[in-house]
């Protein structure tokens, strides 16, 4: 099978068999073998008997519907364990993706050897209160994950070689930095293409502006497990061990100064009426309790049954 056309959706009745159909169209004119999954996310309008009738008058159309509303990311994952087609695309359901891409996502993954092509839509038709955060977003997205040719991280029209959506789990909110899952997956070869944005037709948008800091909150996740995931005390450890010294340094400080006016019979006060005795104390408390984090990090790691779990490419084995 050529394409597998995953469409996550909620409450999408209205558009969903107009974008069937121009689906169905798209693939038809340029000769593809394929598949349309919607996964319904737990719609509470009509949505699932929209597809269910879909599915009676095309079989090309797969459907999954959740008993209730998991989120962008779970839908995803679902489609993307059930895609058989050599090549995955997504796009959302309220017709503001154009299914006239395909064509050119395809050829560019097929023949100029992208593992992903994630869509830029350069010229949008939302709001200036959406437009700004999401500049901002995908400005602070490109300098943690290190991809930077793209400019529109959360764009849902992507496109994939089958080998990646099989490589890489998406969760919670994570469906915004996909490209960045792959590259820690080992999938390297990312690219962009600039795609046609449409106004909404039907209905009104699923997302407010907590999105905004719930995917903040997510790229430091992401940054942390990729870079520390699996070796914690590199970061808590050395947290730990840095304040650790500084507080015990200032306590010599302090302890020192008060021999030294004991000595010289110079005036003195106790080392308790320091505040900086208790902020050195401070110091040495918060660094053994990130030494032990790390540690106890460790200890998880150590025992986390995909510890030696590795992507391989290619094996040659030799017979003897």
């Known amino acids: 099978m050529d394409i597998s056309v995953i469409v996550p959706l909620y409450n999408e009745a209205e558009s969903l068999p107009e974008l069937e159909a121009w689906i169905a169209r798209v693939m038809e004119d340029n000769g593809f073998s394929y598949e349309i999954i919607f996964v319904d996310d737990g719609s509470t309008d ?26 962008k990311s779970p839908a995803l994952n679902t489609g993307f364990t059930r895609a058989r087609g050599n090549v995955v695309i997504t796009m959302d359901a309220d ?21 992903l092509v994630s869509g ?18 995908n ?18 029209l992507k496109a ?3 080998d990646v959506v099989k490589h890489i789990e998406v969760y919670g909110d994570m469906h915004r930095y996909i490209p960045y899952l792959a590259k820690n997956a080992g999938f390297k070869r990312i690219g962009e293409k600039v795609v046609k944005h449409q106004a909404r037709k039907y209905g009104t948008t699923k997302f407010g502006l907590d999105r905004f800091v719930n995917g903040y909150l ?32 200032a306590v010599a400080v302090v302890g020192f100064g008060k021999l030294y006016n004991l000595y010289h019979g110079l005036p ?15 110091l040495m408390v918060i660094g053994s309790q990130l030494f032990l984090a790390g ?24 017979e003897n």
């Open 120 to 137: 830029w839509k350069q010229k949008r038709y939302d709001p200036l209160s959406k437009t700004i955060p999401t500049k901002l977003f």
């Open 160 to 162: 994939y070689r089958n």
């Open 295 to 318: 540690f106890i990090g460790e200890l998880v790691v150590r025992n986390s049954p995909s510890r030696n779990h590795y992507e391989i490419q290619q094996e040659i084995n030799t």
């Open 218 to 249: 997510d790229l430091g996740t992401l940054w942390f497990t990729s870079k520390f995931g699996a070796k914690p005390m590199h970061l808590f450890g050395l947290l730990g061990s840095l304040m650790f010294l500084l507080g015990l340094i």
């Open 139 to 156: 400005a602070t997205a490109r300098r943690v994950s290190g991809i930077h040719n793209l400019h529109d991280f959360n764009c849902g």
């Open 46 to 71: 009509n949505s699932w008997q929209i597809i269910t009738g879909l599915g009676k008058n095309n079989r090309s159309v797969r459907g999954v519907s959740f008993r209730r509303n998991y989120g």
């Open 95 to 115: 017709l503001q993706d154009s299914p006239d891409e395909i064509p050119e996502l395809y050829r560019m993954i097929t023949q100029d050897g992208y593992d």
């Open 268 to 282: 003195y006060r106790l080392v308790t009426e320091s505040p900086y005795f208790f902020l050195a104390l401070t």
